[in-house]
């Protein structure tokens, strides 16, 4: 381990496993650093970027564990296993598996969990985490890339937060969930926030946070399969996206660079139903409401790959343009350790929108050299 490895790992910030996917498994996926997976398209070399990829800093539990959280969000939290029954890994763990699984930089992330936290916690939590992540980085500068922690509940704060993050730590953007305290994202006390997110040009990626849709949903999502995960976490994308579309936000912050989690959830899969109602129903309901086909909405927004299936990445990349898609893996939840070789094995790509796919797009969005 080397002395900058050494001097990170007392900053407190370590890398997350899910309950799911144990810390044998990820060893067993891995053998030594010295057999760093490359990835070559056409005989050159390319670089991997995942943009989609999470750590946890539990010194932000210490701040949080005798906080007074109402029983929704102490639900939430607990959904979240923050800082209790995660199963913690170092970098040089994480390290090894992108080796393995050919990811070059991974641009690092935090679920938000704060957003029931009053405006002096909010702070200090964000302080702390972001500090955490500029630490990462500048201690691994050619693996990873911080992507802000901001307070979005003080809509305010937030973009301030995000300036900061920028402008003085080095994050390339910043993650937020897919609502706030039941409020859609479209709401136009988040408009500060949008506002300086576009000034600045920096990604912000959209991530769903479980146990947020309302009370009636997540009722039917009990039970077995896990649904409040695989149904529920990219139904909320699909609402969040669908509400920036339909109530202006995109209109008003054209410049954006949103990204949106799990594909964009159902949104780009179905948008012909959308186009439908803007194109053939005039209602209250406000089909009529956007400038713009809500297809065309799709080519100002960007997506992750994670959508699993061959056939489901060509109708991503033939609905928003392989340009509009990045690379991601959730990383470390057991989701899937083949996200390189889903992209290099899907049929009908051209190794242009391979390279776009695998971290070009994302590099030119992050900053990140070649």
């Not at 990835?39 to 750590?55: F, P, Q």
């Not at 979240?80 to 990811?103: F, K």
């Not at 690379?327 to 350790?337: E, I, Q």
Request: aromatic share 8%; with cysteine.
């Amino acid at each position: 381990m080397t002395s900058s490895r050494r001097q990170f790992s007392k900053t407190g910030l370590v890398f997350a496993t899910c309950p799911f996917m144990k810390k044998t498994q990820a060893a067993q996926q891995v053998g030594t650093r010295s057999k760093r997976r490359e990835v070559v398209l056409a005989g050159r070399r390319i670089k991997t970027v995942d943009i989609h990829a999470h750590c946890h800093v539990p010194d932000a539990w210490e701040l949080v564990k005798d906080y007074q959280w109402s029983s929704s969000l102490r639900t939430g939290l607990d959904n979240r296993d923050y800082g209790r029954q995660l199963s913690l890994s170092g970098v040089e763990e994480r390290l090894e598996v992108m080796d393995a699984w050919g990811i070059d930089v991974q641009a690092v992330s935090i679920n938000p969990f704060w957003y029931g936290a009053e405006r002096d916690l909010a702070t200090a939590l964000i302080n702390l985490q972001n500090q955490r992540l500029a630490g990462l980085c500048s201690a691994h500068p050619d693996r990873f890339v911080g992507m802000a922690a901001v307070a979005l509940q003080f809509p305010e704060l937030a973009a301030q937060q995000l300036e900061q993050g920028v402008k003085q730590m080095g994050m390339r953007g910043c993650l937020i969930g897919g609502s706030v305290n039941g409020i859609d994202l479209s709401a136009t006390q988040f408009n500060p926030f949008w506002a300086k997110a576009e000034e600045l040009g920096t990604v912000v990626f959209i991530h769903p946070q479980n146990g947020v849709l309302g009370s009636q949903i997540n009722s039917r999502l009990l039970g077995n399969g896990f649904l409040t995960n695989v149904i529920g976490s990219p139904l909320e994308t699909t609402i969040a996206l669908s509400h920036l579309i339909w109530e202006g936000t995109l209109d008003r912050y054209p410049g954006l660079k949103i990204c949106a989690a799990h594909g964009g959830g159902y949104l780009p899969s179905y948008i012909g139903r959308s186009e439908a109602c803007f194109d053939q129903i005039a209602s209250p309901g406000g089909c009529k409401a956007t400038h713009k086909h809500p297809r065309e909405y799709l080519k100002q927004l960007y997506f992750d790959s994670m959508v699993f299936t061959a056939q489901g990445l060509r109708h991503l990349v033939a609905e928003a343009g392989a340009s509009q898609i990045m690379l991601g893996t959730d990383f470390p939840y057991a989701w899937t350790s083949r996200a390189v070789d889903h992209i290099l094995g899907t049929p009908g790509l051209i190794n242009s929108q391979r390279e776009a796919l695998l971290g070009g797009t994302a590099a030119r969005l992050l900053g990140i050299g070649a």
